[in-house]
C-alpha cells in the first residue's frame, strides 16, 4: 500500500511536470514574415566594433549602416530608425591548450579569411517590433541567415532573440554593448575593466603592448588617478602597475587606449 501510494505521488509529480512542460512550449509570439531582410552588403558598413569572447572563445564583429553608426550615447530609444546592426561571429585560432592566441594588440585572431557563420540581424523600423508582444523590444526586428542569406532561423522563431535581448532593456535600445561604439572602444578583451574604483582582472601591462581600458564606472576617471609606473630589475621589461583610483575632478574621455612608454 505504501509503495503503490509512493507510485501514484510520483505519477502526480509526473503529470504535474509534464503540464508545466506543455506550457512553456506554447510558442511565444513572433513575425510571420521577414521584415528584417538579408543586408548583402552589410560588410562594406562600418564595423561598430568587433569583441573577443573568452568564455566561447569567438570574436564577435557588429556591424551598423550608416543610421545604426551614427547613434549617439544618451538617452532611450538612441537608434534612429532605419537603424540595422549585424554580428557575425567568428572561431578563432587556439594555441596547443585550446586557448585564443592573441595579436600583437592582444586580440583574438579569426580563424579563416572568409565568413562562413550565422549573420544574425537587427533592423530597427516603425512598428517592427510588435509582433514579438511582451518581448517586444521597441521597434526592432530580429532574423538569422545563412551568408546566402537563406534563413538560419525563420521569422516564427525569432522570438528567442527578442526575449534575449529584452534583458538589456531601453537604456541602450535593446543593443547589447552599445557603448563600446558610443565610447570608441575596441572591445578588446573585457580583463581591464574599471569597476567601482577598481581594475577587474589583470593589472599590470608591459612596455609597448596595447591597452584598452573599459571604464564600467559613472564617474570618469583620468589616467594619473589610475596608473602607477614602477621599474622592475633587468631584463625584465618594465611593467606599469595599473590600480585602484580615486575619483577626481578632471575629466577625460571615459576610454583611454594607449601604448605604455
Ligand atoms: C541568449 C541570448 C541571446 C539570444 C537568444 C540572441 N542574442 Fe543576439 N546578442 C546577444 C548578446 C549577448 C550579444 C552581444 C555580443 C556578445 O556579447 O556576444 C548579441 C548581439 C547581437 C547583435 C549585435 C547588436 C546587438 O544587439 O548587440 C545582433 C544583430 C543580434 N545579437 C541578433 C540576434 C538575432 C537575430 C538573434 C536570434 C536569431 C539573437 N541575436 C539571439 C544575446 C543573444
Redo the contacts with the bound molecule.
Keep these: 500500500m505504501k509503495s503503490f501510494r509512493a507510485i501514484f505521488a510520483a505519477g502526480a509529480i509526473l503529470a504535474a511536470g509534464l503540464a508545466i512542460v506543455a506550457e512553456s512550449q506554447t510558442t511565444p509570439p513572433a513575425p510571420t514574415v521577414d521584415r528584417v531582410f538579408f543586408p548583402a552588403d552589410y560588410q562594406n558598413w562600418q564595423v561598430l566594433y568587433t569583441?573577443d569572447?573568452p568564455d566561447n572563445k569567438q570574436q564577435?564583429v557588429?556591424y551598423g549602416n550608416d543610421l545604426a553608426a551614427a547613434v549617439i550615447r544618451g538617452g532611450e530609444w538612441d537608434y534612429p530608425q532605419g537603424s540595422i546592426?549585424?554580428?557575425e561571429t567568428w572561431p578563432t585560432v587556439k594555441d596547443d591548450q585550446g586557448n585564443p592566441v592573441l595579436d600583437e594588440n592582444g586580440r583574438f585572431v579569426k580563424m579563416g579569411d572568409t565568413y562562413a557563420g550565422t549573420v544574425?540581424?537587427?533592423r530597427k523600423g516603425p512598428g517592427l517590433g510588435v509582433d514579438y508582444g511582451p518581448n517586444r523590444n521597441g521597434d526592432w526586428a530580429?532574423?538569422?541567415y545563412h551568408t546566402d542569406g537563406t534563413f538560419q532561423?525563420v521569422p516564427q522563431n525569432?522570438f528567442?532573440?527578442a526575449a534575449?535581448?529584452l534583458q538589456v532593456g531601453t537604456g541602450t535600445d535593446?543593443?547589447?554593448?552599445n557603448t563600446l561604439h558610443t565610447n570608441g572602444a575596441s572591445g578588446a578583451l573585457p580583463n581591464n575593466v574599471i569597476l567601482n574604483y577598481k581594475f577587474v582582472g589583470e593589472n599590470t601591462v608591459k612596455v609597448g603592448q596595447t591597452y584598452t581600458v573599459y571604464n564600467q564606472d559613472v564617474l570618469t576617471h583620468t589616467s594619473s588617478s589610475w596608473m602607477m609606473a614602477v621599474s622592475v630589475p633587468a631584463p625584465s621589461p618594465r611593467e606599469l602597475r595599473l590600480r585602484s583610483c580615486q575619483p577626481s575632478p578632471a575629466r577625460i574621455s571615459t576610454i583611454a587606449q594607449f601604448t605604455p612608454p
Design positions: 569583441i569572447r564577435r557588429i546592426l549585424v554580428m544574425f540581424v537587427s530580429y532574423t538569422a532561423t525569432t528567442s532573440c534575449c535581448h535593446f543593443v547589447f554593448h
